[in-house]
């Protein structure tokens, strides 16, 4: 029998700092993680976390505007102050925790200028800002006490009565499945990148945290809100970091242009990126681009500069285009990256379903909006990381513990022996692969009615052919056949969803362009999407943006 007080569902940014969190209020916390801590996404981050140090005179309220600007007036005003608010004492404490952030030649932390803000206010560690604080969160974590269940595969939650009390897990070690009850459960498993081919998130990111709490009741948001990033790498989909137009570098199309200066005259580069993308398209669409790629230019930061300052970056470029940047300009063009939608929370990480809460990429608690703004993620699972675990901690205090009905483990025993004896036919793979491609198609940089009803019929189509999955590995061990075979079982729900949101939103804001509906309707859409599960269906709504300070006007860069 496993039981914890709070249990984290996620060993990345968001989790960790959950974790610490829990710990130093006094309760029994557990991680629970599919894989080895520091192999969560948030290892990938290279380009920093952003902060508004007001002792440099650099104020909350600047970085809130940008925020909100760069959400395209969808983020709530409410939560972006607070996230603006908290940054910099986050960024201390993270520092103080053992974060060797980089600095400048006057020793103070030094910062780069973002994309979509007129202040250099992103902190750093080279170009590996998340591996490095990820290390330290994880130490931090090991030293509050802190229990690990690590290569731990949760494939369902606990919920009776509506209330959330632990999750079913596999250890993939051993394949035997488990009950951890819990009193208070939080979800911090991640984005799902991968429900879109090609993207730059890591293979795991496959979002069944989104997934089972959509299955449970919660709603999730904005799910039509798809970041595609400016700068990656054609075919592979692997991410060249905003650092690298951060420090200066350009972008050029087949004339040799900096176009943005027609499309961001203020801004260039460092426009927010959903315009970014939309401009790199537009280039390429009207054939300026150059082997349907747009190229990015470090050449005049000069070698020493790029290996000092972007490393990480060169070692791509080399590793897998043979390119050296500081002789020759790279190809890149957009592609999937974020997810801005996600499980709708209050300020405090709660959602809709009493004992289930969720923080960082998996959640939605409206800080981004309709587009995040580069190094506002970390920031985002640093602060709402920590103020979830407060809140769920609290919740844990109050709750009675619970036991739960053993029949559930039964059922959840069933679903992957029926996986197991399924004879050979259709393999999860090929399904996965045909729904990231049609997501790209229609969910893309543009999309009108006609992309999103393909990529809605597809999914659809897709969901019914799930029936016929098999696993061919019959083995207990790491066993990750059976675990990709659950993992698209979410990520058709997930798919689902942000179709669903996509054909509601009847406008274009932010990452939402469509070309049959080019502008931005303040009027009826100053509005959030939530997609809620509906027996077998699922039903939209909507909920008013939460306005305080910043009316929203026209966003022009
Ligand atoms: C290549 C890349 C570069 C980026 N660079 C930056 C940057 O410079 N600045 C910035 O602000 N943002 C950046 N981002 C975005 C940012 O890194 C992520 O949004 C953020 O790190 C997500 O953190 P997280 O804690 O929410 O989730 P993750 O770090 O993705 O962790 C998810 C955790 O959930 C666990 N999990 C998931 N499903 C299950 C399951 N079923 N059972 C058990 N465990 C499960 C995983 O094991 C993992 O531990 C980048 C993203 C990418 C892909």
Known sequence: MYEHDVLIIGAGLAGLRASIEAARMGVDAAVITKVHP???????????????MTDRGDEWEGHALDTIKGSDYLADQDAVELMSREAGDAIIELE????????????????????????????????????????VLYEQAIKHDVNFYEEWFVSNLIVEDGVCHGVMAM?????????????????ATGGAGRVFEPSTN??????????????????????????????????????????????????LNAEGERFMKTYAPDYLELASRDVVSRSEQTEINEGRGIDGNIHLDLRHL???????RLGYLQEVALEFVGVDLAETSIPIRPGMHYIMGGIKTDINGAT?????????????????G???????????TIVFGRRTAIAAAEFANSAERHSSDESMLASEKARYQALLDRPADLRSAGIRREMGESMVAGIGVFRDQKSIDAATATV??????????????????FNTDIMAAIELDYMLDVAHAICAGANARKESRGAHYRTDMPDRDDENWLKHTLVYKDGEGSRVETLDVTITNWTPIERVY
């Not at 932390?109 to 590996?128: D, E, N, P, S």
């Not at 089972?212 to 970091?241: F, K, N, V």
């Not at 189509?461 to 999955?469: G, I, P």
């Open 460 to 477: 659809k189509e897709l969901r019914s052919l799930y029936q016929r999955v098999a696993v061919d590995n019959k083995g207990k061990v």
């Open 171 to 187: 250890d993939i070690h051993t394949g035997e499945l488990q009950m951890i009850r819990a009193k208070a459960v939080i979800m």
């Open 352 to 368: 809709e379903v009493p004992g289930l809460y969720a923080a960082g990429e998996t959640a939605n608690v409206s800080v981004h």
């Open 202 to 251: 890591a293979l795991i990111c496959t979002g069944e945290g989104l997934g089972l709490a959509y299955r449970a009741g919660a709603p999730l948001m904005d799910m039509e809100m798809i970041q595609y990033h400016p700068t990656t790498l054609a075919g592979s989909g692997i991410l060249l970091s905003e650092a690298a137009r951060g420090e200066g570098a350009y972008l």
């Open 302 to 308: 000069g070698r020493t500069f790029i290996e000092e």
């Open 370 to 380: 309709g587009n995040r703004l580069g190094a506002n993620s970390l920031l985002d």
């Open 38 to 52: 520091i192999r969560s996404h948030s290892n990938a981050a290279q380009g920093g976390i952003n902060a508004p």
């Open 96 to 135: 103080h925790m053992g974060v060797i952030f980089s600095r400048n030649e006057d020793g103070q932390l030094g910062a780069r200028r973002f994309g979509g803000q007129k202040v250099a206010r992103t902190f750093y560690v080279g170009a590996i800002t998340g591996s490095a604080m990820l290390q």
